[in-house]
């Protein structure tokens, strides 16, 4: 009997592995599908700065198409990466951006930056830094007003490698934020041996929850920290006013978060650019 509930056992979990299996392959095709069709669209979220009361640059967020199934980008990018789909994917990402920059910084004559999340694959990938060289150039658009968002995962595996390439990046004009820090995988010294100028407090940093009085030690022992060794800091996932508060009481200059914006379509941040000047927050 236990025999057969083995097997039992292990039919279940072939049949769990086949499926998870031929969901990844059917997620990869529609990944190949629509990139081929240009169908992916990409969604931008206001970063503001707190001091000056303004947006100060825009997120670029990879949206899968409209239809009737729709995946995160929690859920298909890591499928992207798999099969390394991902660098033609960011390849796109960063003209259709940088394109949709070069066309805010001309209407609205107002320096704006751009956040592209870059995953480790792409990173390492041969022809990134000449590709972003030749998109800044043909969209004319400042390379300091883009930032790279890397995260710490991107170092476990070759860090020699990272460090040459973020550091050859940043050489280049490029500004480097650490995304996510706080999340698990950070480590101090990743602050100190790579040439990162931004650090963003991942969202986990601002759920309050039973250990409130401990949490809020950590956020304010860690903002201290990263404004002695003098980072941009960018609080992400500010959803209430609590947690705008306290950010205002850390002194970080930079908030991101569904309590301000959410992710949308260039269109509406060309409403939200419209109205920038009277804009608060
Ligand atoms: P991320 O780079 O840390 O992006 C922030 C995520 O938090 C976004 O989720 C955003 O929609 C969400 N968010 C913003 N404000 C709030 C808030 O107040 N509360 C909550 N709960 N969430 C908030 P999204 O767009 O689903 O992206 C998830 C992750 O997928 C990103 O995390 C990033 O790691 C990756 N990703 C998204 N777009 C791209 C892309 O174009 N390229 C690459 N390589 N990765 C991307
Ligand atoms: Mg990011
Ligand atoms: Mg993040
Ligand atoms: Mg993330």
């Not at 001309?106 to 830094?129: D, H, V």
């Not at 800044?136 to 710490?152: A, C, F, G, P, R």
Request: with cysteine; net charge negative; glycine share 4%.
């Amino acid at each position: 009997r236990s025999k057969q509930n083995g097997k039992a056992k292990i039919s279940f979990y072939k049949e769990q592995y086949q499926y998870e299996f031929s969901r990844r392959v059917d997620i990869q095709n529609k990944i190949k599908e629509n990139l081929e069709q240009e169908n992916f669209r990409i969604f931008y979220q206001p970063v503001y700065c707190s001091k000056r009361q303004k947006i100060s640059g825009v997120e670029a967020l990879i949206r899968w198409p409209d239809s009737d199934i729709s995946y995160t980008p929690d859920e298909f990018i890591p499928i992207a990466e798999e099969c390394r789909l991902i660098v033609t994917l960011g390849e796109w990402i960063i003209s259709t951006a940088l394109q949709q920059l070069s066309l805010w910084q001309t209407r609205f004559k107002i320096p704006l930056n751009l956040s592209i999340n870059i995953s480790p694959i792409q990173l390492q990938s041969e022809g990134l830094l000449a590709y972003l060289l030749a998109a800044v150039k043909q969209y004319d658009v400042n390379v300091n007003s883009i930032i790279l968002e890397i995260t710490e995962t991107a170092f476990i595996k070759d860090n020699e490698e990272v460090t040459d390439i973020l550091t050859t990046l940043s050489n280049n004009g490029f500004r480097i934020a650490l995304d996510d820090f706080g999340m698990g995988y950070s480590s101090i010294s990743h602050l100190i041996s790579y040439p990162i100028d931004i650090v963003k407090l991942d969202k986990s940093m601002q759920s309050s929850d039973g250990e409130k009085g401990k949490r809020l030690k950590v956020i304010e022992g860690l903002s201290l920290m990263l404004k002695k060794l003098d980072f941009d800091i960018v609080a992400e996932g500010i959803e209430t006013q609590a947690q705008h508060n306290l950010c205002k009481q850390l002194e970080i200059d930079y908030l991101q978060g569904f309590l301000f914006s959410r992710p949308m379509p260039a269109n509406d941040i060309d409403l939200l650019l419209t109205k920038n000047a009277d804009d608060s927050i």
